[in-house]
C-alpha cells in the first residue's frame, strides 16, 4: 500500500508542475487583445483558465490527501530506531581505561629524571666498531 501511495504521489506531483507551468499569467491576456492569436485556443474562446484551473484545484487537493495518508502510514511504522537510540552507553568492560598521572616530585622546580639506557642494549655509532659475526669451521 505505501509503494502505491508513493508511487501516486510522484505522478500526481508532476502533474501538478506540468499544469503550473503550461498556465498563462494575468499579463498575457493583454497580449491577445493586441492581436497575437492566442483567444483562439483548443479550449475554446475563453481560453484554459477555467479549465486548468479546475484540474489544478483538484490535483492540488490529491496532493495533499496523498501527503496526509502517506504521513499517517509512515507514522504508523514503529521499528525504526533512532541512531542515537541505537548507539549503547559505554559499559565498564568497553570504557578505556582512566590515565594515571605521575605524582609531582617532592622538588618541582628541578627537571625530571630520565633512567639511562645499558651499554649493552646500545646501538654502535658506525659500522666499523660493531661486533664481526664468527665463522664456524
Same mark, same amino acid.
Given at each position: 500500500m505505501y509503494t502505491i501511495l508513493v508511487v501516486l504521489h510522484v505522478l500526481v506531483s508532476i502533474a501538478l508542475i +506540468? =499544469? $503550473? @507551468?503550461?498556465q498563462h499569467g494575468? +499579463? !498575457?491576456? *493583454?497580449? !491577445? /487583445?493586441?492581436g497575437s492569436g492566442a483567444s483562439g485556443t483548443v479550449f475554446g474562446a475563453r481560453g484554459?483558465?477555467?479549465f486548468l484551473t479546475r484540474v489544478t484545484a483538484w490535483l492540488a487537493a490529491a496532493f495533499f490527501v496523498l501527503s496526509l495518508? =502517506? /504521513?499517517y502510514i509512515v507514522h504508523g511504522r514503529s521499528n525504526s530506531e533512532s541512531v542515537v537510540?541505537? @548507539?549503547?552507553? #559505554?559499559t565498564a568492560e568497553t570504557a578505556a581505561p582512566a $590515565?594515571? @598521572? &605521575? !605524582?609531582? &616530585?617532592a622538588d618541582a622546580g628541578a627537571a625530571p629524571q630520565v633512567p /639511562? *639506557? #645499558?651499554a649493552a642494549e646500545s646501538a654502535p655509532a658506525d659500522a666499523e666498531n660493531a #661486533?664481526? &659475526?664468527? $665463522? &664456524? +669451521?
Open positions: +506540468g =499544469l $503550473v @507551468l503550461i494575468k +499579463g !498575457a491576456d *493583454a497580449g !491577445a /487583445a493586441f484554459s483558465a477555467n495518508a =502517506l /504521513a537510540e541505537g @548507539l549503547a552507553a #559505554p $590515565v594515571q @598521572l &605521575p !605524582a609531582a &616530585p /639511562a *639506557a #645499558p #661486533p664481526k &659475526p664468527q $665463522v &664456524p +669451521g
